[in-house]
């Protein structure tokens, strides 16, 4: 069995939602996951907000915008006088539900409801538009399988237990739909798996059921060696590894969940990247074979924060490691890059939420020096210990631009460079035209 997942856009309107239908209903059995329409989470984010900062009626406002937006769309989407009156129905009362947890007392995990609300509309909107097509399809809440642990990590057994109890309600149905995103936390409450989760969703569900391949259907046709919205003549990547791909997606990719490669990764899942606009166009695929390729792709990821720590007290000694990193840990910050020489050690971090906090600890160890406005470029290539050469392609192409900072050797995959986010696009530009354009 295969999962497919589709993403905002790809049920972004009553048009998309029906050009779905020939790309799911070809008579072979497949999960369908699907994240809210395009706009929804964020509206509904933006709705959660409001309430909490106690704008009830700010709140409510913008959920009337929402319900009529949604009603527009059942009425195009419908032809039948039946289904159309459930479609509007059930949109009402998943509205209903939103306007009653903003009139009634504030509860602990109200926004996460709230959240949810986007993906559970979109997938009984496919459900019935399937069944007004009578093309039979099963709904199977995420709500009754989807859990993650204490530490918010997938909770595979309670998955793959409750996944097969609701799949042995199949029947004839090929089309199996589930929402992505949302999921139950340890204390059983509607939580979800963070931002962009849909894709997660479907690795973690093609782990539980050890499923033959998951599809992640996009606009675009699979990853490319080089972020297309700045660079032109980019490719698309046509095999790439778990380990690759994991490392693109962290560093800026957007197409794909930075976790989604784990569960895949974990028991061998075969992920392939796919456009709904050229369905036949393969894509990419992302299997445990590195390509071995010197390079295979650049990606940048801005809002990065550099942070220096110098001190000559650190000559020789022991023990500075650990007093700086347990500043991060103590902040619950995570660290992306470092770099050390004897006296100082630089780092990158992403959440600048505790910065100052951090500086004010990090004092005290030596002086700090900090600088925002940082992108950090991630060269995917070849980068194994025995390669011959320290790559220098990559650095005759950012000749002409700053670099503050370079991690080698840290991965067999990749190569990490921190520039000034206003240097990225001439980076990205002149990478491509070094590495992919000209024979490296
Ligand atoms: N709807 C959720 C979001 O916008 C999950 C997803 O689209 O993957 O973040
Ligand atoms: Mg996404």
Known sequence: MKVYKFGGTSVGSPERFRALIPLINDGRLKIVVLSAMAGTTNALVEISGLLGS??????????????????AVVSDLFTSEEWSKRAHDLTDEHFDFISSLISGEPARGTDKMIVARGELISTA?????????????LLIPALNFMRVDKDGEPDYFYISENLKRELSAVRDEKIIITQGFI????????????????????????????????????????????????????????????????????????????????PARMKNIPVRLKNTMEPADDGTLITSETT?????????????????????RMLMAYGFMRRIFEVFEAFRTPIDMITTSEVSLSLTIEDPAHLE??????????????DRNQ?????????????????????????????????????????????NTADKITALRALNERLFTQKA
């Open 125 to 137: 909107l496919l459900h019935f538009f399937l069944s007004e097509k009578g093309i039979p399809s």
């Open 292 to 312: 071995l390729e010197d390079y295979t792709a650049v990606a940048a990821k801005d809002g990065i924060t550099s942070i220096r720590i110098h001190s000559d």
């Open 183 to 262: 999921c139950r936390n340890v204390f059983g409450e509607t939580d979800n798996l963070r931002r962009g989760g849909s894709d997660y969703s479907a690795t973690i569900i093609g782990a539980a059921i050890a499923a033959e391949e998951v599809q992640i259907w996009t606009d675009i046709s699979g990853l490319h060696n080089n972020d297309p919205r700045y660079v032109e003549n980019t490719r698309v990547i046509r095999n790439l590894s778990f380990s690759e791909a994991a490392e693109l997606a962290f560093f800026g990719a957007k197409i794909l969940h930075p976790s989604s490669i784990n």
């Open 375 to 419: 992108t950090i470029i991630c060269v995917v290539g070849d980068f194994r210990p025995d390669r011959v050469g320290s790559a220098p392609e990559i650095f005759e192409a950012l000749n002409e631009i700053p670099v503050k900072m370079i991690s080698y050797g840290g991965s067999d995959h990749s190569v990490s460079i921190l520039i």
């Open 54 to 71: 106690g704008d009830k009626s700010g709140a409510e406002r913008m959920t009337g915008q929402l319900r009529s937006k949604y009603h």
């Open 357 to 370: 906090d951090i500086v004010k600890s990090l004092s005290s160890i030596g002086q700090v020096e900090t």
